[in-house]
Nanobody
């Protein structure tokens, strides 16, 4: 059974950094795109970042571009989200997600349908 498990969340001060990790199992990780989404209390889920199966193409949400970086390490079936210069507005539950279509050469944000349980990121002042 496919599973995604996020880790690395926590409490950090404004301007600080965190690195989230997502470990995948039960899926052909090397051939699928991966993404990060987030959801703050009372708000809709928001796209954060995504990376194609081969790591060639990345996309970022407007609110995180230039501060966050998504990477993947296929030998460990892992995807990461480096978050720098965090602001209060980055407080949310962060979810890892997988695209079910193998070898998709582009990112289609609506296609990610396998989700992890989420990890809480809290930015404090």
């Amino acid at each position: 059974q496919a599973q995604l498990v996020e880790s690395g969340g926590g409490v950090v001060q404004v301007g600080g950094s965190l690195r989230l990790s997502c470990a995948a199992s039960g899926l052909n990780f090397n051939s699928v795109g991966m993404a990060w989404f987030r959801q703050a209390p009372g708000k809709e889920r928001e796209f954060v970042a995504a990376l194609t199966w081969n790591g060639v193409t990345a996309e970022y949400g407007d609110s995180v571009a230039g501060r966050f970086t998504i990477t993947r390490y296929n030998p460990k079936n892992a995807v990461y989200l480096q978050m720098n210069n965090l602001t209060l507005e980055d407080t949310a539950v962060y979810y890892c997600a997988a695209d079910p279509t193998s070898f998709r050469p582009f990112i289609r944000r609506t296609e990610f349908n396998l989700w992890g349980q989420g990890t809480q990121v809290t930015v404090s002042s």
